[in-house]
T-cell receptor, first 115, second 114 residues
Framework: KAGVTQTPRYLIKTRGQQVTLSCSPISGHRSVSWYQQTPGQGLQFLFEYFSETQRNKGNFPGRFSGRQFSNSRSEMNVSTLELGDSALYLC??????????????FGSGTRLTVV | AQSVTQLGSHVSVSEGALVLLRCNYSSSVPPYLFWYVQYPNQGLQLLLKYTSAATLVKGINGFEAEFKKSETSFHLTKPSAHMSDAAEYFCAVIFSGSARQLTFGSGTQLTVLP
């Protein structure tokens, strides 16, 4: 059973540019969440998508956005990149139904460096 | 505000010694609790989870954790450390009413000494 796939693994972008990251969840999982990991702020929740709808959003500026497609694949976009956006971006998938299915499976992440 | 506290950002143990990583949360309502491990340049791997069943939860790689409501704690233990256990460990919580959002502790870097 394939895991959560995130592409690309590494990205280098310049301040002011925009970037799109991709996440393919485990087959059958319909919920995709995104987290940002930085040395200073730790792991912070960005947003969750389920059935192509954003269900929950963390405390991030509007430059951070996302979407989910009918096959449950998700993308997140960051516009007007700032140096502080340099981070490991992690995607997690879940079935989102039933208490026993709580707990997300994470991908290996995309390491974004803004220069 | 609801929070997760991991006591000790760095823990060192000798190979074969007991591993104890501490996690406390702030909530009067028992939440869902998780431990994740992260190896360098990798994502997060789920070690174990508590979802209101047995208070002693067994996970992968010989780890276990005990949910103590009175102490609002969910400490992670392993009887005998192995060199391959060296990694960063994160306690995470889904608080009641948080719409399934994981709130993470700041992490504990475990070093295993030969």
């Amino acid at each position: 059973k394939a895991g959560v796939t995130q592409t690309p693994r590494y990205l280098i972008k310049t301040r002011g540019q925009q970037v799109t990251l991709s996440c393919s969840p485990i087959s059958g999982h319909r919920s995709v969440s995104w987290y940002q990991q930085t040395p200073g702020q730790g792991l912070q929740f960005l947003f969750e998508y389920f059935s192509e709808t954003q269900r929950n959003k963390g405390n991030f500026p509007g430059r951070f956005s996302g979407r989910q497609f009918s096959n449950s694949r998700s993308e997140m976009n960051v516009s007007t990149l700032e140096l502080g956006d340099s981070a490991l971006y992690l995607c997690a998938s879940s079935m989102r139904t039933g208490e026993a299915n709580y707990g997300y499976t994470f991908g290996s992440g995309t390491r974004l460096t803004v220069v | 505000a609801q929070s997760v506290t991991q006591l000790g950002s760095h823990v060192s143990v000798s190979e074969g010694a007991l591993v104890l990583l501490r996690c406390n949360y702030s909530s009067s309502v028992p939440p869902y609790l998780f431990w994740y491990v992260q190896y360098p340049n990798q994502g997060l791997q789920l070690l174990l989870k508590y979802t209101s069943a047995a208070t002693l939860v067994k996970g992968i790689n010989g780890f276990e954790a005990e949910f103590k409501k009175s102490e609002t704690s969910f400490h992670l233990t392993k009887p005998s450390a192995h060199m391959s256990d060296a990694a960063e460990y994160f306690c995470a919580v889904i608080f009641s009413g948080s719409a399934r959002q994981l709130t993470f502790g700041s992490g504990t870097q475990l070093t295993v000494l030969p």
